[in-house]
């Protein structure tokens, strides 16, 4: 799908679905398993999407892997997937953060040329206490950089960050290789050069740039590459969007590990979000339920979107509370609920969030199905899925007006013979296909989109 903004779903191999309707829901691991950790999802693909909508898409609960966009379904996953995000213009750095941060710094610039900048360059007594009781996060990450230390006295390592375009080198992949093989244990067999093209160069995101008081800001999808002593050792795959840092992938090598390589990306990203005025630093899903990933809830202030209401709440103790005691939460569901329930006639009440769950559940196989039938199929916007329109709500839109591309040309999908006659009831109709697309972007970014066929 494209729109004018500059976004298209491409066909997806799907025999089941409608030809060239580069979008699907999926109901198991499987069909995310070498690109996404998501077990419910919905998904498509594009070729093309433009930072602006692609950050709204994120402020919508998505993500993208490669040129694959998918919605995780947080109520039906056994470990939700929230995003989040981190005010960067107020954000404090912990204890541990900071010290993580001054053991690489010192680390970078070795004992030596510390005792003598001191002596040379000695700090008054207040300068010394602001340094020991304030912590400037703009400073300290460009601390030990080389471009920011005199030249003399020399460092004990040279190191150097760059922003560069998310293009494929032989020097990155050398890095991907080592991160997968010896952080995330995947075998040799499973890592190849087109795997890590496909994941983290191929972005569908246009490269552009705005100017932000007076200053040039890139926008798209490019590679922090991190070199010590001359040799690539870390690579930060980030979007940058027009409001928001938003971090797709960090890889480092082995010999970086013990320097908290993860504390030092996160603290240098978000120190970009401040320095190039993007505010907002999104550090990809926060699932609380694992523990690896709930260090993302210790950089604040960090923000949680709610999936029903699209709004953002704080992630704070009492978030995390909530979280420890169930593991999806929306702070809008009752309020959500209650309103739709008000304007749903007495007749037409069967359709709530509680109906939906059952009608889910029928759509998938269990003991009791009969052998060899099929489970039924049942559309996206019947699923009881946080954040997706309701078919009466879809039916109060005119879907005849989705511009479809076709051979170059723009056409409403009004225009498809057997559109009239196409009904929701029908999974496989083109008319339902396009309702679950609809019901997952929302009215106003599925009218700043076109589905390409052909």
Known sequence: MQSSEGMHFTPEPDPDSEPGLGSGASSSSEAFSSLSPIGHAYYAST??????FYEDLICRGWRRSGTILYKPDLKASCCPHYTIRLDSLVFKATKDQRQALNRFNRFILGDDVIAKNARVRPKSREE???????????????????????????????????LEPDNFTEEKYAVFQNYQRLVHREPSWKISRNGFKTFLCDSPLVRE??????KERRLGSYHQCYRLDGRLVAVGV?????HAVSAVYFMYHEDLSKWSPGKLSALR?????????????????????????????DFHPQFILDPESYKWDPLDDQMKRRLDESKYVSSSHGMIVAASEAATPEADRGNN???IEVQRDSAISSDDDVVGEEPALVPLFGRGMPGIMTRPELESLDLGGIKVRISGQLHEVREFLGWNAASFDDPNSIKCLIGDLVAALGPDLAGRMFILLG
């Not at 970009?272 to 523990?291: D, K, N, P, T």
């Open 47 to 52: 070729k093309l999407l433009t930072v602006q």
């Open 128 to 162: 010394a206490a602001k340094k020991r009781t304030q912590f400037n996060l703009l400073e300290r990450v460009h601390e030990s950089e080389r471009y920011n230390l005199a030249t003399s006295p020399v460092p004990a390592h040279d190191f150097v960050v760059t």
């Open 209 to 214: 740039s705005a100017i932000h008081v007076g």
């Open 238 to 242: 980030l979007d940058l969007l027009p």
């Open 269 to 297: 990203e978000a120190a970009l979000a401040v320095e190039e005025g993007y505010r907002w630093y999104m550090m990809g899903f926060y699932i609380h339920s694992c523990q690896k990933m709930r260090y993302k809830g």
């Open 353 to 355: 969030v509680a109906d």
